[in-house]
């Protein structure tokens, strides 16, 4: 029975070690400027929780093989422990855990203690059921105002969220259901939700932020390489949520330019 | 130190309702909701399996269900998150097991308030029942998670299920948190007054120390969540506006709430919840603890390092629940320091981790069935344990949070593990529990089949979550890169299907054994704790007309100059030289 334990538990953590290694599914490639330095963390933690892993799994199947009962003259160590190793390992597993949380944390703070640059492109995600809606605030850099009563879903467009065609600034706002983004640009992002919970989750972008009714949040990513990549929504929405997605398409600045000038001739 | 109060013993009951149905024997009471949570775990497996199948074969019909929609979906994941989280983790583990052996364990003939531990129990069936009839009202279960963020979960008109269905859910969670909230006081005054004479705290087996701080925690818990589901229930029923801010518009309708805050929903429930995932498991870390030095017949390593891991864990989480909420849009500032918490509770979680293996090293290990489950749970609290460190840090929660890689975390520490523990207990107690003896063979083929095919289901969820696959879709094939994951998706079906099927095992094994399983005699373990010192089955007052008291450690294994491999925690002081 303890070589069955250990055959199996040492199997179990094989395969499952394999497939991380081999690295048969891993994380999409990253093509934003904070992807690096995240996909780093990520493989650090990795590292260190897989040696713990291997090594965890690995003694517990040796020792339950190793110590099996084998009759009468087995001699068992009578003992209550050992507070020396105890500290010991105490301290080491406190240095490691709450270092590498330190060492990830320079990563978070730049990602979100701090506002968009200036010169970003400003762009607003809003969410509803169960569709994501971009805006761009046009030539004048400012969002018009937006009404809940004047919600239309179904009409799409400058409707879906509620733009307020009498105000000035609205006038030059673009909304469209796929977000541009030009190449090597920080994006500023405002976040909305129009009725319940979403998260925009672009996983290329290393970028995932809930959008919550009541609240706008701002965010910032820089996507450094051109590409379509996908949208889901990550937060359960209702009963549609699975199919809440949405592209992003990351182009030159020079072709950004144009889908917005298209986009604002239409309008007009 | 109190002594075990003789006039809290009350009259053995006459007549089947009184003795087995409102019955005020503790005993009774645990076996109840040992029962309850059995019913429940079967109904809340048998809803994991319609969405398992929903999952591969969309198109398929069902017997009873017919279709399942993608809005069924989503009921059939809510009702087994809560069944699961509420009247199976927390149900059996602490409230099953914890009634039967906790006042046994310490000496004590009943709990310390029996009429309110017969009430806490039918007020959870009440509460059982309750969730059940969600399925059975107009619209449905609700579909907003076992979380029930609002304000999908505050609006009637967010989607199917939201209505009656939603009301009930929010219903039947709050009378279990009345429940809970009973249950938790009994537990408390127990311990801290019932023990028998030289039951001194550091002399309570480590399970009893788990039961102790699962109360505590159940206690200061379960009220924040009480509160909170009244308000939500407030919110929609009684034009209140706690969490819906104003100016939502659902589905072109204008919604008439204004104020009201959905992080506010949020703090609470994980205020509630982050603990509710030691009160899942605390118990099992109990029980652990108790076989793993049992089997190896060695004295557990660093019994006072696991009874501060128990109070650091306990403490230590209730200062982490901001770290289900890093992408809600709460102050990243917060984020950091809730991470740094997270990291923290990781240590005491280690120190179990590194005691146990201490334990079995130089011991003499015995494979009976408890034991195996217990290595079981030391092997997937490992597994499940080390995902931590990575959701605990934000900047990685960026990638991974509502992925696969949560519901393969969480899955595998407080589900499996924690089931592992409920299997270990079952078998370890259930002689003294039925006076019989379980099937060995069935137990060794049950365990293995359940370990290997539980990590086949839940550790691939990792790397659908690295790989982006989010959770709680009904399908994958409305995203291109999450069709390509759906392979994956299918074997996880497959072991599914597999591991559900294996339960038959267990329960052919229960019920059997219960009449025809040897018979048992009074301590078939050789186990040190004072549950064995008693007949079996114990007697209604527990030891028979006279108190115990208590000499020494729980668990004086191999002391060299005894002479038995085991010294009872009742046995004369003075035998063998090791023991204190």
Same mark, same amino acid.
């Given at each position: ?28 490639? !990253?093509? @934003? &400027? ?8 990520? *493989?650090?933690?990795? =590292?260190?929780? /897989? ?105 799409? !467009?400058? @409707? &879906? ?8 600034? *609205?006038?030059?706002? =673009?909304?469209? /259901? ?91 | ?580």
């Amino acid at each position: 029975m303890g070589l069955a334990l250990l055959l199996v538990i040492w199997l179990i953590t094989f395969f499952s070690t394999y497939f991380f290694v081999a690295k048969t599914w891993w994380l999409p490639a !990253g093509a @934003a &400027a904070a992807a690096p330095w995240i996909d780093h963390q990520f *493989a650090l933690t990795f =590292v260190l929780m /897989g040696i713990i892993f291997v090594a965890a799994q690995a003694a517990l199947g040796w020792v339950v093989w190793k110590y099996r009962d084998q009759g009468a003259a087995t001699k068992v160590d009578y003992s209550h422990g050992n507070t020396k190793l105890e500290l010991i390992w105490t301290t080491l597993t406190a240095v490691l855990f709450v270092g590498l949380n330190l060492m990830g944390s320079h990563v978070w703070a730049s990602e979100r203690f701090e506002p968009a640059h200036e010169g970003s492109v400003k762009v607003e995600a809003t969410g509803l059921q169960f569709a994501w809606y971009f805006r761009y605030p046009g030539m004048d850099n400012t969002y018009g105002r937006t009404k809940p009563e004047l919600i239309d879903a179904s009409a799409g !467009g400058d @409707a &879906a969220v509620g733009l307020d065609t009498t105000d000035p600034a *609205a006038k030059d706002d =673009v909304v469209s /259901g796929t977000m541009y983004l030009p190449v090597n640009r920080e994006a500023d992002l405002t976040l909305r939700a129009q009725d319940v919970i979403h998260s925009l989750f672009i996983p290329s972008m290393r970028f995932k932020q809930d959008a919550v009714p009541g609240l706008i949040i701002h965010m910032h990513f820089t996507p450094t390489e051109t590409g379509d990549y996908e949208i889901a929504c990550a937060e359960l929405c209702g009963l549609g949520h699975y199919k809440m997605h949405g592209m992003l398409k990351v182009v030159s600045q020079l072709d950004f330019d144009k889908w917005l000038a298209s986009k604002e001739a239409e309008k007009q | 130190m109190a002594t075990s109060g003789v006039t809290h013993a009350h009259a053995a009951p006459q007549g089947f309702i009184r003795k087995y149905i409102f019955s005020l024997d503790h005993k009774v009471i645990g076996i109840q909701y040992f029962f309850l949570a059995l019913a429940a775990v079967f109904v809340g497996m048998f809803l994991s399996l319609l969405m398992r199948i929903h999952l591969i074969w969309p198109a398929a019909q069902l017997p009873i269900f017919g279709d399942i929609k993608p809005e069924t979906y989503l009921t059939l994941l809510t009702m087994h998150g809560t069944i699961m989280v509420f009247f199976v983790l927390t149900t059996a583990p602490q409230s099953g097991f914890g009634n039967y052996f906790l006042p046994i364990q310490i000496g004590a003939p009943d709990m310390a308030f029996p009429t309110l531990n017969m009430l806490s129990f039918w007020t959870t069936f009440v509460a059982f029942v309750v969730m059940i009839a969600a399925f059975f009202v107009e619209g449905g279960a609700p579909l907003h998670g076992w979380t029930g963020y609002a304000p999908l979960s505050a609006l009637q008109g967010a989607g199917p299920g939201e209505q009656l269905g939603a009301d009930l859910w929010i219903t039947s969670i709050a009378i279990f948190c009345a429940a809970s909230l009973m249950g938790a006081l009994n537990f408390i005054t127990t311990i801290l007054d019932l023990r028998a004479k030289g039951m001194t705290l550091m002399r309570m087996p480590l399970t009893c120390w788990a039961w102790f701080v699962t109360a505590i925690l159940g206690l200061l818990a379960f009220g924040v969540l009480l509160a909170a589901g009244i308000l939500l229930l407030m919110d929609r029923n009684l034009g209140t506006s706690f969490f819906v801010p104003g100016g939502l518009s659902i589905t072109g309708n204008l919604v008439k709430h204004n104020g009201g805050s959905p992080l506010l929903w949020q703090h609470l429930f994980w205020f509630f919840g982050h603990p509710e995932v030691y009160i899942a498991i605390l118990p099992g870390m109990g029980v652990a603890s108790q076989l793993l030095s049992t089997f190896s017949r060695k004295p557990i390593f660093g019994y006072k390092a696991m009874v501060y891991a128990i109070m650091a864990i306990g403490l230590l989480g209730f200062v982490v629940w901001g770290h289900h909420m890093f992408m809600s849009g709460m102050s990243p500032y917060s984020a950091f320091a809730f991470s740094i918490m997270t990291m923290a509770i990781g240590v005491p979680s280690a120190i179990k981790t590194f005691n146990w293996l201490g334990t079995i090293y130089k011991g003499r290990v015995k494979f009976d069935s408890p034991m195996l489950y217990a290595i079981g749970f030391v092997s997937l609290f490992v597994s499940g344990g080390l995902s931590g460190p990575f959701l605990a840090q934000p900047v990685l929660d960026i990638q991974l949070h509502d992925t696969y890689f949560v519901v393969g975390h969480f899955h595998l520490i407080m589900g499996v593990a924690a089931i592992f523990g409920m299997f270990a207990g079952t078998c370890y107690w259930f002689p003294k529990m039925f006076g019989r003896m379980m099937n060995e063979r069935l137990g060794q083929i049950h365990f293995f089949i359940t370990l290997i095919g539980t990590y086949a289901i839940f550790m691939p969820m990792h790397y659908l979550g690295m790989a982006g696959q989010t959770r709680r879709y009904s399908q994958f094939t409305e995203v291109a890169y999450q069709t390509k994951l759906i392979p994956l998706q299918t074997f996880m079906t497959y072991a599914a299907f597999v591991t559900i099927g294996a339960q038959a095992i267990f329960v052919f094994n229960l019920f059997w054994s219960m009449w025809k399983g040897p018979k048992a005699s009074d301590n078939p373990w050789n186990s040190t704790t004072l549950e064995w010192t008693t007949a079996t089955p114990p007697p209604h007052d527990n030891f028979g007309g006279h108190t115990p008291v208590v000499n020494h450690g729980p668990y004086e294994y191999s002391v060299p100059g005894a002479p038995r491999d085991f010294i009872m925690q009742t046995d004369p002081a003075g035998v063998g030289t090791g023991a204190h």
